[in-house]
């Protein structure tokens, strides 16, 4: 399955913080951050809904929504990303599902002064009370550190799950290069690891029934949990990966050697493409072919020409 090329993007409204009450979200989140720069905090208290309002930010007992729209203004601002077309262009930035009633929303970002990364990908999916939201942040070929991913979610009624990957880079088997072990799978994602995986009702989650999705969650350092049952301990687990990532392992990355970017491109090209086939494999048994192949191209973002500032 290809995904339909497009070479050009546009910078447009940003479209995350939607919905009203979203920027009072936001202001409580921002006030929560700490002095220290560039850090990251979770909101102060964990958003559980009174009101009797049908919308779909609602129809959790403890929504998560708060904390994703919260995550994903620090991503914008700290990186210096814009929104592109990319999901637009493709119909897909909103979708639904009228079969099982599943809702959600994708968004591709790119940096507005290209420097590290290819794009950022921003999504959301909702089918009755089981939430799930996506923070990817794919790498450019002119630094080593790893992809980052993160999905969390409440998957039952006061649970949380997690899922948190840095997905290593290069043509070195990890493991093999003890510099690029420390810099990227440190004590930091050691302890980050054991703080999930001993988490109050946390259980190890079950890996992805498809390959493709197995071949990028396969670092020592993946947290996959569930049933995690301290709200706070998820969000601090959620935000800490994230900040790990942007003020540590993106601004400490290793900058790659010119004659080597063009197969860094590749490679990441190669990563992306397992990325849609895994979402693939997921979405379609339950959207149906045509609904099924637009959520997860849009959840993934461009598949080839992973320049930084772009895609295609």
């Not at 592109?84 to 507005?112: H, I, K, Q, R, V």
């Not at 550190?145 to 043509?171: N, S």
Request: overall charge negative.
């Amino acid at each position: 399955r290809k995904i339909p090329s497009t070479n050009k993007y546009t910078s447009s409204t940003m479209t995350i913080m939607r919905g009203e009450g979203c920027f009072l979200v936001l202001a409580s989140a921002l006030a929560a951050v700490t002095t220290t720069s560039n850090a990251f905090a979770p909101p102060s208290a964990f958003t559980r809904s009174s009101s009797t309002s049908t919308s779909r930010d609602t129809k959790c007992q403890a929504s998560m929504k708060p904390i994703y729209d919260a995550l994903c203004g620090k991503v914008v601002n700290e990186l210096g990303l814009q929104e592109t077309d990319f999901a637009e262009s493709m119909g897909g930035s909103t979708w639904s599902c009228p079969t099982t009633g599943a809702t959600g929303t994708a968004s591709w970002w790119s940096e507005s002064n290209p420097t590290y990364l290819t794009g950022v990908s921003l999504c959301s999916q909702q089918t009755g009370q089981v939430e799930k939201y996506t923070c990817n942040i794919w790498m450019g070929p002119s630094y080593d550190a790893p992809h980052m991913l993160l999905t969390f979610g409440e998957h039952a009624p006061d649970r949380y799950a997690i899922t948190a990957e840095y997905v290593p880079r290069g043509a070195v088997p990890l493991g093999s290069d003890p510099q690029y072990m420390e810099n990227y799978y440190g004590d930091d994602v050691q302890h980050a690891w054991d703080c999930a995986y001993t988490s109050p009702g946390a259980t190890a989650a079950p890996p992805s029934p498809a390959f493709e999705s197995r071949l990028l969650y396969s670092s020592p350092g993946l947290i996959q949990v569930q049933n995690i049952a301290d709200p706070s301990t998820a969000e601090q687990l959620i935000f800490q990966h994230v900040d790990r990532f942007v003020n540590g392992k993106v601004q400490g990355a290793t900058p790659i050697a010119a004659r080597l970017r063009g197969s860094f491109n590749m490679r990441d090209d190669k990563l992306r493409q397992f990325y849609y086939r895994g979402q693939c494999n997921t979405h379609i048994p339950v959207f149906g072919e045509q609904l099924g192949a637009l959520v997860a191209a849009v959840n993934t973002g461009p598949t080839a020409e992973a320049y930084v500032g772009g895609g295609s």
